[in-house]
């Protein structure tokens, strides 16, 4: 009568349970168990997992923890992935603990499996939501870029490494780019700074370089471990690739196509550079680029 109310008892329990011998045969189950194999009791018992699960695989995950539980003789608590035929991958919290006779001797091993599968997901969805929200909180929806908080935050961790030095701040204006808009709408305008964006990035080619949207029409790069002939170099470079895009720009003052005005600071000094007196004089740079005719550069550099 008892053993009919604890086979009852254990029946009724959604938590697979069964119970192997020392050679890893299965003695006894619930039937949850049985209905995860897709077999009846009759079936398992007497049968080791290589006879019941088809991945030897999996089978041979299994042996691996009986194994350690019979050779320790304590108990262990892991998490388990198993492939169902029917209902894809599986995520198990499991139990495996030594069932002892009366002189102490490990006889059995007693497994209890709880489905924590949709805990599993619902963590990896939240894991995803969560790197989603730090992409966007870092990231300018626009262009892709880094956005002006992240870029402070980042430039106030490299400022105070003297081997990046010397150091060029670049302050990047599209030019008459709200002319740009008024003439073509404010997608062109989005298509243009996506554009300018991807010729930004190929400029940068270290670790710790940084490229983001200031704002508005307006860019912001850090090159670092770089002297006055490459960064004229680069900067050379850039205009003309920009050049090259041949964007239509019928509201421009200067030009027919999109062009950029940059203003660079290039700091060489020994001593900790603050980040806004760097930004202050890459704007100064750039107000002296407007000044005498846009679509060019202006550098100034550290005494």
């Known amino acids: 009568m008892e053993q009919i109310l604890l086979r009852n008892i ?3 329990i959604d938590d697979i349970i069964f ?6 045969i299965y003695i006894g189950c619930n039937n949850a168990f049985c209905h995860f194999v897709g077999a009846e009791r009759e079936y398992i018992i007497g049968k080791t997992d290589f006879e019941i699960f088809s991945d030897q695989q999996q089978a041979n995950w299994f042996r691996k923890w009986d194994e350690k539980v019979f050779i320790e003789e304590q108990t262990f608590q892991i998490e388990e992935n198993c492939k169902h035929p029917s209902k894809g991958d599986l995520w198990f919290d499991t139990i495996k603990y030594p069932f002892k006779n009366e002189q102490n001797e490990t006889i059995a091993i007693i497994g209890i499996c709880r489905d924590i599968t949709s805990k599993k997901d619902t963590l990896a969805e939240i894991h ?14 626009v262009t892709k870029l880094n956005n002006r908080h992240y870029f402070e935050s980042a430039f106030s961790r490299i400022l105070p490494q003297p081997t990046l030095l010397p150091i ?14 008024d003439c073509y709408g404010h997608l062109a305008g989005d298509k243009c700074l996506q554009l300018i964006a991807e010729q930004l990035k190929l400029v940068i080619s270290s670790q710790t370089d940084l490229v983001a ?9 850090v090159l670092t471990n770089i ?15 920009i050049n090259k895009l041949n964007l239509s720009h019928k509201g421009s003052k200067i030009s027919n196509k999109v062009t950029l005005t940059i203003g660079g600071y290039l700091y060489s000094n020994s001593s900790k550079p603050n980040a806004s007196e760097l930004i202050n004089q890459a704007d100064k740079a750039l107000y002296q680029a407007k000044s005498t005719g846009r679509n060019q550069y202006s550098l100034i550099k550290s005494l």
């Open 227 to 241: 002297n006055e002939r490459k960064l004229n170099k680069k900067l050379e470079s850039l205009l003309s690739q």
């Open 10 to 12: 254990l029946d009724s």
């Open 168 to 181: 060029a701040v670049l302050l990047i204006d599209i030019d008459y780019f709200k002319q740009y808009n």
């Open 213 to 221: 949207r200031f704002g508005g029409d307006e860019f912001i790069l």
């Open 128 to 141: 995803k939501l969560n790197q989603e929200l730090l992409y966007q909180s870092s990231h300018d929806k």
């Open 19 to 24: 119970v192997k011998d020392i050679n890893f």
